[in-house]
C-alpha cells in the first residue's frame, strides 16, 4: 500500500501487481486491461475466446511493456474460474485486482423466453461473477490486499424491457457486491462495483448506430460512452487511491436521466 505517499500519482501505480480481467478479450474488459497494462500492471486476459484473449494479451504486453498471458476460461464453470486463478498465481506470484467484466446480455421479452435461455445470461453475469470471487478471495483475504470490481448495469434499474433476466442479474451483483465488502472488509480486502451506461463496444455497437440520437437523449452528456470511459473508473476503484471505497456501485453513465 502507497496510502501515505504525498504523491497522488504513487496511489495509481500497479507495478508488481496482477490484474485478471474477465470477457477482455474485446470491449470494455480489453480497455481495461489496456489501461491497467498502461499502469504497470502485469496483466491476465481471461475470455471464452482464448484466441482473442491471447491476442490482446500481446498487444498490451508489447505496447505497455508488462507481463500478460491469455487464457481460455468459461467464468460460467466454478471449476474454470479456479483454474483462471491458480494459473495467474502461478504465472504472476499473485492475483491483486480481480474485475468481473464477462457478461452476456440478449434482449428477448421475458415471456418469450424458456428456461434454457436464462442460462447464459444469469451463467456469465451473475454465476461468473459469483465463481471468480470465490476462488479469487481466499488468497486476497490471506494476504489481507485485493480488490475485486464486479459489474452492474443501468439496466440493474429494471427500466429496460426485453432485459429483465440481465437487469436481474446486475442488480444482483450490486447486492453482492455490497455484502462481500462486509464479508472481507476486515482483512483489507475491498469489493466495489461499477455501473456502465450504453458503451458503444463491439456487441452493442449495430443498436448504437441505430438508435445513437435517441439513446443521447438518456445521457445529460447526451452521447454514449467509450470502452475506456468505464476503464478509467475501474482502475481508479482497485488503486490505492481509494483505499477508502469499498461496497459501492459507481455509475458511469453520462448522467443517466431515464430513472
Ligand atoms: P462484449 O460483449 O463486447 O464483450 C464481452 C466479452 O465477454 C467477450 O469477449 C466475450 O467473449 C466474453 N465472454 C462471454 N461469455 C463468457 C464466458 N462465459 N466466460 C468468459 N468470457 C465470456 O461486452 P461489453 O459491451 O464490453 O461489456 C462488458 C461488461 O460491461 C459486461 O459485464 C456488460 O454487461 C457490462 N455493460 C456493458 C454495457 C454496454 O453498453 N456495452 C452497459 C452496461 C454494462
Known amino acids: 500500500m502507497t496510502i501515505d505517499s504525498p504523491d497522488i500519482r504513487d496511489g495509481f501505480d500497479f507495478e508488481g501487481r496482477t490484474a485478471c480481467v474477465t470477457g477482455a478479450a474485446q470491449g470494455i474488459g480489453e480497455a481495461v486491461a489496456e489501461a491497467f497494462a498502461a499502469l504497470g500492471a502485469n496483466v491476465v486476459v481471461a ?11 500481446e498487444r498490451v504486453a508489447d505496447a505497455h511493456g508488462v507481463r500478460a498471458v491469455g487464457l481460455e476460461t468459461d467464468v460460467s464453470e466454478y471449476d474454470a474460474a479456479v483454474a483462471m486463478v491458480e494459473a495467474t498465481v502461478e504465472a504472476f506470484g499473485s492475483l491483486d485486482v480481480l474485475v468481473n467484466n464477462a457478461g452476456v446480455a440478449g434482449v428477448e421479452n421475458f415471456l418469450d423466453s424458456e428456461p434454457a435461455d436464462w442460462d447464459e445470461k444469469l451463467g456469465v453475469s451473475l454465476y461468473g461473477t459469483l465463481n471468480c470471487t470465490h476462488a479469487a478471495l481466499p488468497g486476497m483475504v490471506e494476504r489481507g490486499d485485493g480488490v475485486v470490481i464486479n459489474y452492474a448495469s443501468s439496466s440493474y434499474r429494471g427500466n429496460d424491457p426485453g432485459l429483465a433476466v440481465y437487469g436481474a442479474a446486475k442488480a444482483a451483483n450490486r447486492s453482492f457486491t455490497k455484502t462481500m465488502s462486509k464479508e472481507v472488509g476486515g482483512s483489507g480486502v475491498r469489493v466495489n462495483c461499477v455501473c456502465p451506461g450504453t458503451v458503444e463496444t463491439p456487441s452493442t455497437k449495430a443498436f448504437v448506430e441505430k438508435y445513437r440520437e435517441k439513446l443521447g ?21 482497485a488503486s490505492d487511491a481509494a483505499s477508502w471505497i469499498t461496497g459501492e456501485t459507481v455509475h458511469v453513465d453520462g448522467g443517466y436521466v431515464r430513472r
Open 47 to 57: 475470455d471464452i475466446d482464448g484466441a482473442g484473449a491471447e491476442a490482446v494479451a
Open 217 to 237: 437523449q438518456s445521457y445529460a452528456l447526451e452521447r454514449v460512452g467509450r470502452p475506456q470511459e468505464v476503464a478509467n473508473a475501474v482502475v481508479f476503484l
